[in-house]
């Protein structure tokens, strides 16, 4: 699903290594906690699991493609099967909560009465189905991160990365937040969450990877 | 629902950004100068053309009343320069002096042979003294001279029309690039969020140039219209220096001499160079993107 293979990241040409090393395999259909203390590399590890940067060394392999011998231009489809969930959301304000949560739908080019369905279903699924009107500034921030959920996973992706989900919400609304990401896992979803949030880690024992300034210190 | 549509078809908030007010506005104003500088070329061809032939038959010899003309025919025709000599029609000539003579003509006419030349001459002048030489009592009429000097301000007035033609799409252009990048400015997390979802560099870019070459489109069809009443004064104006007569009101306007094909290219041209440019504006810039 997921292999890392001596994997190093630097940002820039001359700018330190902020990943070293990274061997491991994520199962198909496991849930991992990505730990780490602030600037260990768990952003950018995500990163690279959702195509949004490029390992400078080893073989990344997502969904069985292997990254260093693919063209970017057949990056755009494998996203397509990539869910992700910021911190700080990115919902698009300019547009309500239904055509945020159609986006990758139409980005994938599908028939209008299918969006429509799908995206009723997915608001239906995290309870914000009375909002689809609503602009995204209207919404609280649980709310927020939830339309952000129904966006990653509408197209039924294979793997589902979140950075920090959690990070902007009480706990109440983390909790919610959480309980939406583990019945994707439990439907089978391929699940890694990155957080700070040790009480949420020790509510939902699970497996995880620990990184230390770039590099993984444990993995189960 | 129809707003969620329209919404839906415009995620990253082009109507917005790409507003229709600026550079439409932007674009028809250059339209305009386009058109105008477009029907000047044309304008300044058709007059360079119509010299051409003027200045073919420019030279006239003219013979005393009753003198003999095979003979200067015969020696004109064997002069390289001329093509061909020919002896202006009586009645012709009568028509043409009525006016000032009256019908009954009493005074006798002189003799007045056309000349039509084989090619412009560089230096009407001489060919005049040369032809005066071979031919006794003629006087050699070289207006000819005039009408090359004015074929060649056409000439040049064509070139320079063509240049800023050129200029007038390269200034577009820029203007239609800044447009696109303060589009890009401002959409700069949609763009993102849109990439991070899975969409292609030919879906963004054609959803820039799309709007881009709409707009673009737009005010260039406004400019064209602008320019064409104003073209159409113009022709009436000119209309008399081609024989035709001044118009007596909007719609007599000489409205079919107007470079018609020419202006209705304007407005697809101007949309395919800035369909271009938003392609390549943001073909450029999404390549920095993973
Ligand atoms: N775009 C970037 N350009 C240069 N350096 C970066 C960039 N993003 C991250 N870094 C550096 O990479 C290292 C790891 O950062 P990263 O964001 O992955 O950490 P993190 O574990 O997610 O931290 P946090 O818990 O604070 O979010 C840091 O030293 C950071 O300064
Ligand atoms: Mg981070």
Redesign the interface.
């Given at each position: 699903m997921v292999r890392f293979a001596e994997v190093g990241l630097r940002y820039g040409e001359s700018a330190p290594e902020v990943l070293r090393d990274l061997s491991f395999v994520l199962e198909p259909g496991s849930f991992h906690w990505l730990l780490g203390a602030s600037g260990a590399g768990k952003t950018s590890l995500l990163r690279l699991m959702h195509l949004a940067a490029r390992a400078t060394r080893g073989e990344v392999e997502v969904l069985g493609v292997a990254l260093s011998r693919t063209r970017r231009a057949a990056l755009p489809a494998l996203r397509r099967r990539v869910g992700v969930v910021y911190q700080d959301f990115r919902l698009l304000p300019h547009l309500p909560v239904f055509d945020n949560v159609a986006l990758p739908l139409r980005v994938a080019g599908r028939a209008p009465h299918q969006i429509r369905a799908d995206v009723t279903e997915i608001l239906r699924w995290v309870g914000l189905a009375p909002k689809a009107d609503a602009m995204p500034a209207a919404l609280s921030g649980g709310e927020q991160q939830r339309v952000a959920i129904a966006r990653a996973v509408v197209m039924r992706p294979a793997l589902l990365v979140a950075d920090e989900p959690t990070g902007n919400l009480d706990i109440p609304q983390a909790r919610r937040v959480l309980s939406l990401l583990r019945e994707m896992h439990r439907l089978g979803t391929t699940v890694v969450v990155a957080t700070h949030a040790e009480t949420l880690v020790a509510e939902y024992p699970a497996a995880s990877l620990r990184l230390d300034a770039g590099r993984l210190v444990s993995h189960g | 629902m129809t707003l969620?549509?329209a919404?839906?078809r415009d995620?990253l908030?082009l109507r917005?950004v790409l507003s229709d007010r600026l550079l439409p506005a932007l674009v028809g104003a250059m339209g305009l100068l386009a058109a105008l500088t477009l029907a000047g070329a044309r304008g300044a061809a058709d007059l360079a053309s119509r010299w051409e032939g003027g200045a073919a038959t420019a030279l006239t010899v003219q013979l005393a009343p009753g003198a003999a003309t095979d003979r200067a025919l015969a020696v004109l025709e064997a002069m390289p320069e001329i093509a061909e000599a020919r002896l202006a029609d009586p009645a012709r000539l009568a028509a043409l002096l009525r006016p000032w003579l009256g019908d009954a003509i009493a005074i006798p006419l002189p003799k007045v042979i056309e000349l039509r030349l084989a090619r412009l001459p560089a230096d009407p002048a001489a060919l005049a003294g040369r032809i005066a030489a071979l031919v006794p009592g003629a006087q050699v009429e070289a207006h000819g001279v005039w009408v090359a000097r004015l074929l060649a301000l056409a000439r040049s007035l064509q070139a320079v029309a063509v240049a800023a033609l050129v200029l007038v799409a390269g200034i577009a252009t820029a203007v239609i690039a800044v447009a696109v990048r303060a589009g890009i400015a401002a959409r700069r997390?949609?763009i993102?969020?849109?990439h991070?979802?899975?969409?292609?560099d030919a879906?963004i870019a054609g959803r820039f140039a799309g709007r881009v070459a709409w707009l673009v489109g737009l005010g260039a069809f406004g400019g064209t219209v602008v320019a064409a009443p104003i073209l159409a004064g113009f022709a009436d104006m000119a209309a008399p220096l081609s024989g035709g007569r001044v118009a007596e009101g909007l719609l007599d306007l000489p409205w079919q001499r107007l470079p018609w094909a020419e202006l209705a290219l304007l407005p697809p041209a101007a949309a395919l160079i800035g369909w271009v440019t938003a392609q390549v504006t943001l073909r450029l810039w999404l390549r920095r993107l993973?």
């Open positions: - | 969620r549509r919404r839906g995620p908030g917005r997390d949609a993102a969020v849109l991070a979802l899975g969409a292609t879906d993973p």
